[in-house]
């Protein structure tokens, strides 16, 4: 990951704030990436933006589960940011090369949101749906 942090510094810098494990919410957020990772995958002919976009949900899904499994959530500034930032502290270093393509979606996204004509080929939403499955599969190792 191109910059490291610690969730003590999360904590200082008011990004992050304790909460009551959840198992639930956990379940919850994983079981709905599953559903964003099957419509991301029946819209990549059709529509690669909106495959590329639930591809990212389903990641920051993911992201909050590991946050809440530890006893976490993020506050609201710069809330997908600091989902990223923890689920490469959550993840490890030995998945940064993950985290860092889960940090570039997040960005592209932002791009997709903002920037009507931000182009968003088959081929990015091909690779942000693989891995986003990735990323599903390292969290409920995790979790």
């Known amino acids: 990951?191109?910059?490291?942090?610690?969730?003590?510094?999360?904590?200082?810098?008011?990004?992050?704030?304790?909460?009551?494990?959840?198992?639930?919410?956990?379940?919850?957020?994983?079981?709905?990436?599953?559903?964003?990772?099957?419509?991301?995958?029946?819209?990549?002919?059709?529509?690669?933006?909106?495959?590329?976009?639930?591809?990212?949900?389903?990641?920051?899904?993911?992201?909050?589960?590991l946050m809440f499994t530890r006893g976490f959530q993020p506050d609201v500034k710069d809330k997908h940011r600091t989902i990223v930032r923890f689920a490469g502290i959550a993840l490890g270093p030995k998945h940064d090369d993950l985290v860092n393509d889960f940090d570039l979606m997040r960005r592209k996204r932002n791009r997709l949101i903002y920037e009507p004509s931000a182009p968003c080929s088959r081929s990015e939403a091909t690779h942000a749906l693989s891995t986003a499955k990735r990323f599903l599969r390292e969290t409920r190792k995790v979790v």
């Not at 964003?36 to 495959?51: G, H, I, S």
């Open 1 to 65: 990951m191109t910059y490291k942090v610690s969730k003590k510094h999360l904590v200082e810098q008011g990004l992050i704030k304790p909460s009551p494990v959840d198992r639930k919410i956990v379940s919850a957020l994983l079981e709905r990436a599953e559903i964003d990772l099957e419509t991301a995958e029946r819209n990549l002919d059709p529509d690669p933006e909106c495959a590329y976009t639930y591809s990212y949900t389903a990641m920051l899904r993911c992201g909050q589960a």
